[in-house]
């Protein structure tokens, strides 16, 4: 019985550990990109910001200007994520703000 206790309690602490980690790192940034006309341009920049590691979900809008990005923060920064938008050949509307 008191084993079963121990068992549980081990699995709950490591249950609420990845929880809270999954939580923590989690980060949502919003990066204004010049220069993005149509469909096909917003397009190109949520496939390159989908292709880095560490993404989860890229929401670009080229009539607003935004990428709006949800990111591993322990797998990637935004100083990484500007990096790939302006590969794709588009340039950022503000320098990096402190956050
Ligand atoms: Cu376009």
């Not at 550990?17 to 989690?26: D, G, W």
């Not at 919003?30 to 496939?47: E, L, P, Q, Y």
């Not at 923060?73 to 500007?82: F, G, N, S, Y």
């Amino acid at each position: 019985m008191k084993k079963l206790v121990s068992t549980c309690a081990m699995i709950l602490v490591l249950t609420a550990f990845t929880a809270m980690s999954a939580l923590a790192v989690t980060k949502t940034s919003t990066i204004h990109v010049k220069g993005m006309h149509c469909k096909n341009c917003s397009a190109s920049v949520t496939k390159a910001l989908k292709a880095v590691d560490g993404v989860q979900k890229a929401d670009v809008d080229f009539e607003k200007g935004t990428a709006i990005v949800e990111y591993d923060d322990a797998k990637v920064t935004e100083e990484k994520l500007r990096e790939v938008i302006k590969s794709t050949g588009f340039e950022l509307a503000e320098e990096k703000t402190n956050n």
